[in-house]
């Protein structure tokens, strides 16, 4: 009986191990078939979660794509549309807009930052146009410890055959962010026929102030054709229609933070209570604002310190309010402020506000003298300034 139950642990034992392999040898073929394709066309849907949004938002795209060699971005070339339409031709980034029939040049010669922070905000299936950072896991990493992979099994997606692959991130972050990672969980479906991965999942768990929030991303492949491109026009402004006017970029200026001296606008906005509540209610009172919204990581790792000034100079005079730009009552923003223990007065709908108060970037913060007056303005978080604002708090009350 013994000898029967030793090698049943030792076949589960290796089928555990054989999963683990077949996974590896798996999306390390995935990956070389994906450095195989050099240019292609692809129509992809993406459902996505931010980590502190109750809803899944759901969008579609298409690209054309070809790989660029030395690029410094690390970018394909590609004609995108999701709704609009913007080409990168590996020497510009042309954006089009079409609700004024305009396309604009951004040059790499020229504007290689704006390229680069553009880049960011179109939603590329990774393992097709990704040189660099494909999504796939492959090599070394497969080789680290901390990836544990495992084959799911064999499943139909979209009547196509599909090997489903599980990898979890089991590195423990030790760092002292405030924020950290304590799940990453990637799945993949590639199909067994030609080793091309038509979906794929990143699934984040992050813990602030013993507040867990979950993100996820999945992307699916609705239809795709890879090396057999040959028409170059779709790289050029020759591809968009001739009734766009071309014109070349010109930075916009942000506004600048308003000054030491000036007086503070009046505003009148909504609580979470829906109690109206106006600047002039608090003439007197030394009133410090942080515009914010609650997707913004560095008005997050902020909050603790605005708090602690609150419950530290509320009853000597200081008033702290915080003005949510974008958030409403239907998103969550009271449940958040009590997981980050928030009590100091947040209002709803400053948008309007921001752009009085000149906010080009948030956190934005205004320290309101007695008198209404502007003492003290800071753009953006870094932790430990707190000290320099508690010092002119202190100086003023």
């Known amino acids: 009986m013994r ?47 931010f980590m502190d949004a109750k809803d899944t938002t759901k969008s579609t795209s298409k690209c054309f794509f070809k790989k660029l060699k030395d690029d410094d971005f690390d970018l394909a070339a590609f004609r995108y549309e999701d709704g609009g339409i913007s080409l990168y031709t590996g020497d510009d980034l042309i954006i089009v807009q079409p609700w004024d029939s305009t396309a604009t040049i951004v040059s790499k010669a020229l504007w290689a ?109 609705n239809k795709y054709e890879i090396n057999n491109l040959k028409d170059d026009n779709i790289w050029t402004v020759k591809s968009l229609p001739a009734f766009y006017t071309l014109k070349d970029y010109t930075p916009s200026k942000n506004p600048v933070p308003l000054t030491r001296g000036a007086i503070a606008p009046e505003w009148k906005l909504l609580s ?30 902020a909050l603790p310190g605005l708090q602690t000034l609150h419950k530290k100079y509320e009853k000597k005079g200081l008033k702290v309010i915080g003005i949510d730009i974008y958030d409403k009552k239907e998103d969550g923003i009271a449940g958040f402020l009590t997981k ?37 303005s800071q753009v953006g978080y870094v932790q430990g300034q707190d000290k320099e604002l508690e010092k002119v708090i202190q100086q003023n009350l």
């Not at 000898?3 to 392999?21: P, Y």
């Not at 077949?22 to 450095?35: E, F, G, P, R, V």
């Not at 979470?272 to 030394?286: A, P, V, Y």
Request: a neutral charge; proline letters at 2%.
């Open 3 to 49: 000898l029967k139950l030793f090698f049943c642990i030792l076949f589960l034992f290796n089928c555990d191990n054989l999963s683990a392999q077949n996974a590896k040898d798996i999306l390390q073929q995935t990956y070389n078939k994906c450095q195989t394709i050099q240019n292609g066309y692809y129509e992809m849907t993406r459902y996505f979660k």
């Open 113 to 221: 930052k704006k390229i680069q922070s553009q880049s960011r905000s179109y939603k590329f299936y990774s393992p097709f146009t990704n040189q660099k950072y494909p999504t796939v896991l492959h090599d070394t990493d497969l080789m680290d410890k901390r990836y544990i992979c495992k084959l799911i099994g064999e499943e139909n997606l979209d009547n196509e055959s599909c090997f489903h692959i599980q990898v979890n991130d089991t590195h423990k972050d030790e760092t002292s962010e405030k924020m950290k990672t304590i799940l990453l969980e990637y799945h993949y479906w590639i199909k067994k026929s030609d080793f091309i991965p038509i979906q794929y999942s990143i699934a984040y768990d992050n813990v602030m102030d013993n507040d867990t929030m979950h993100q996820y991303e999945r992307n699916t492949l």
């Open 272 to 301: 979470l209570k829906d109690e109206k509540t106006n600047l002039n209610d608090f003439k007197g009172q030394l009133v410090l604002i942080d515009f914010f919204t609650k997707s913004c990581y560095p008005c997050i790792l």
């Open 340 to 376: 980050r223990g928030v009590t100091y007065t947040v209002l709803l709908g400053g948008k309007v506000v921001s752009e009085d108060y000149h906010v080009a970037g948030i956190p934005t913060m205004y320290l309101i003298d007695k008198n209404g007056s502007i003492i003290f």
